[in-house]
């Protein structure tokens, strides 16, 4: 850990923010803008909240019944009215809401009056299939419109959607079906990857085989002449909507009223269903969107994740929309058809708040710095990173090539976070690498393992008090909610390790547990090992995160296989390819080692820190439990 810290703290250097961004930023002291929210956090998320729009007020901002919280008790409200009515009913219902660029150079472009239409119609439809508040609908759909219209027809009538990233495999999907028991499940017939067609509907018939639950699948049909829908199950997507009235009120919703499940990998082979609510997600995406990104009405705002992970929910779809911000979305990937292809996007539309990945960062930075040369970025004003550590080097390189002005808001949080936890805002100096300070309201430090507070130095990243867009439960799990709150005493923990330097800047380091960050999606060990063990030819699986130039992070198993079964090249490809049908193509092992034991604790636990040290040729530490 120690060797990590020291190359991510290298640079050293400090970097203030353009005096003209700074005189415009919302926050242009955020010393005293903190000292004031921490000082009474209520005071702080009750004076926030009321910038949105409440069918009717709260009597209680916060009930804490450690670790249960509940924000803006008795208030009754609804993102979707949130995301749409308000702008629609004010001179920003002709205002551009979103532009989407398919992979094949389509572009549709939505007003919020156009958007609030289609939602209406969408929640219209979802009605007329007698879907009721609280139903669950899974929606598994490639990078399209069609995703946000159904996210916020869904929140407008109360049901709760779940979204599963489209390269999800069926059985990955199956089982998220299963444990949200959803009713109905939105798809298309295809994705586009690197002018791949990849076939979708395919996947979902598969996975809705053994899923009781499912009645109806609405299908989204790219394709001219794709296969005919097949069973009286089956809706087109057109089809559904055609007809149905443009109008349909958002139902006025109490604020712990579930949003949505969102799937993410935890350290057992059994994803976790993060369970949002309607009010105090929106007050969370809502003011860190406004804050951080500094969202004003003249910006183009480019985030480039998928609505399939948090991301995409938090900061492509509720926060900007939130805002009344413009948002543009693409599809595919950064590199095709070339390595111009945001910058591009970025001069097209005049993006000035530009929101990426360190991989993507780093995936860009093997081209060149021609690419981003060739292009006019200076649209650009505040640029963002999410989702892993970045690297000095590859900061140094994105600030530099957008024109050494734009300030990188490295914003740290996570799924269970619902919104940005730890981050500059535009008026922070920054250190390149470090995700600078805690947002407003919000407690964060770094602690030892008992929960003492570590004044300078590496320790564990925890949050001390609640906030409103934290996550209310684990879907069907309420013990796994616990553990965030049981493990390290009085404070949440996050999971990753952490160092807090001379002026209390934070350096998120990387996890503390079993849990990889693969191009910044989040992969849990034990679902890959339990993936391998499903496959015929394996005894026994294990699998460590393992540093990877690009992607952060590269996935490493080790595998001993059945009597009988020998190595052989053939093997291991059979073997990743089990992966990627069982889990999909962010899961499979880039290296797979054939073994004969794996190192054990006395009890027959798999000890992957040491498979790790040995693999990297560290110390492993403490093998006093080793069985041999
Ligand atoms: O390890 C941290 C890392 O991503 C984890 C959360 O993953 P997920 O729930 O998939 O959400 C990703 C998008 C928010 C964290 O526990 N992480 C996220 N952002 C950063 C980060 N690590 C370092 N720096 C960040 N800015």
Request: proline content about 6%.
């Amino acid at each position: 850990m120690e060797e990590n810290i020291e190359t991510l703290q290298k640079s050293g250097r400090v970097i203030h923010p353009p005096a003209e961004l700074k005189a415009q930023a919302y926050i242009q002291d955020y010393d005293k803008a903190y000292k004031e929210s921490i000082a009474d956090p209520e005071k702080f998320w009750d004076g926030i909240a009321k910038e949105l729009h409440w069918f009717s007020p709260w009597h209680t901002i916060l009930e804490w019944n450690y670790p249960w919280a509940k924000w803006f008790l008795g208030g009754t409200c609804n993102i979707s009215y949130n995301c749409l009515d308000r702008h629609v009913q004010s001179p920003r219902k002709n205002k551009v809401a979103v532009i989407w660029v398919g992979e094949n150079g389509e572009e549709r472009i939505f007003t919020y009056a156009e958007l609030y239409r289609q939602v209406n119609k969408c929640a219209n439809a979802l009605k007329s299939l007698g879907l009721q508040k609280g139903d669950r609908v899974t929606i598994y759909l490639p990078k399209i419109p069609e995703q946000i219209v159904a996210m916020l027809a869904c929140a407008r009538i109360g049901l709760i959607h779940s979204v599963i990233y489209s390269g999800f495999s069926a059985p990955a999907l199956k089982s998220r079906i299963l444990d949200a028991e959803s009713k109905l499940v939105i798809t298309a017939d295809v994705g586009y990857d690197r002018a791949k067609t990849i076939a979708l509907k395919p996947v979902v018939d598969e996975a809705i085989a053994d899923c009781p639950t499912v009645e109806k699948v609405v299908v989204v049909r790219r394709e001219k002449n794709g296969p005919a829908l097949s069973s009286d199950k089956e809706i087109d997507w057109e089809d559904w909507l055609t007809g149905q009235s443009t109008s349909c009120e958002a139902l006025q919703l109490d604020s712990e009223t579930p949003l949505y499940i969102l799937y993410t990998s935890g350290t057992t082979g059994k994803p976790k269903g993060v369970v949002h609510v309607h009010g105090g997600y929106m007050v969370g995406t809502y003011i860190t969107t406004k804050y951080v990104f500094d969202l004003k009405d003249e910006d183009v705002y480019f985030c480039v994740a998928d609505p399939g992970w948090v991301t995409g929910h938090s900061y492509i779809v509720y926060g900007p929309l939130l805002n009344g911000g413009t948002i543009l979305t693409a599809e595919g990937k950064p590199d095709y058809p070339n390595p111009g292809r945001w910058w591009d996007l970025i001069e097209r539309y005049g993006v000035s708040i530009f929101y990426t990945t360190p991989t993507a960062i780093r995936l860009l930075m093997k081209y060149g710095e021609e690419w981003p040369g060739k292009y006019d970025l200076s649209s650009l004003r505040i640029l963002g990173s999410v989702g892993e550590p970045i690297n000095p080097e590859a900061w140094e390189w994105f600030y530099r090539v957008t024109g050494s002005s734009k300030p990188i808001m490295d914003t740290w949080w996570q799924t269970e976070t619902g919104s940005i936890l730890v981050t500059p805002l535009p008026c922070v100096p920054l250190k390149p690498g470090s995700a600078t300070r805690p947002f407003l309201g919000i407690e964060a430090d770094v602690v030892d393992r008992e929960g003492k507070s570590i004044a300078q130095g590496g320790g564990f990243a925890v949050i001390k008090k609640p906030w409103p867009s934290m996550m209310r439960t684990i879907h069907n799990d309420p013990d796994r909610y616990l553990l965030y709150w049981n493990t390290i005493p009085g404070c949440y923990t996050a999971g990753d390790v952490c160092h807090k330097d001379e002026d209390g800047y934070l350096w998120f380091m990387g996890r503390a547990d079993d849990v990889v960050k693969v191009a910044g999606n989040r992969i849990g060990t034990a679902e890959v090992e339990s993936a391998l063990v499903s496959h015929e030819a394996v005894v026994e699986a294990a699998v460590i995160g393992k540093p990877h130039k690009t992607a952060g992070e590269m996935i490493k198993a080790f595998v001993i296989l059945k009597q009988g079964h020998t190595e052989t090249p053939d093997m291991i490809k059979h073997l990743q390819d089990h992966v990627l049908q069982e889990l999909g193509k962010i899961a499979v092992p880039k290296e797979v080692e054939i073994v004969s034991s794996l190192p054990k604790t006395r009890s027959g636990k798999i000890m992957r820190r040491v498979l790790k040290a040995k693999e990297l040729g560290q110390d492993p530490g403490d093998i006093s439990t080793l069985d041999e």
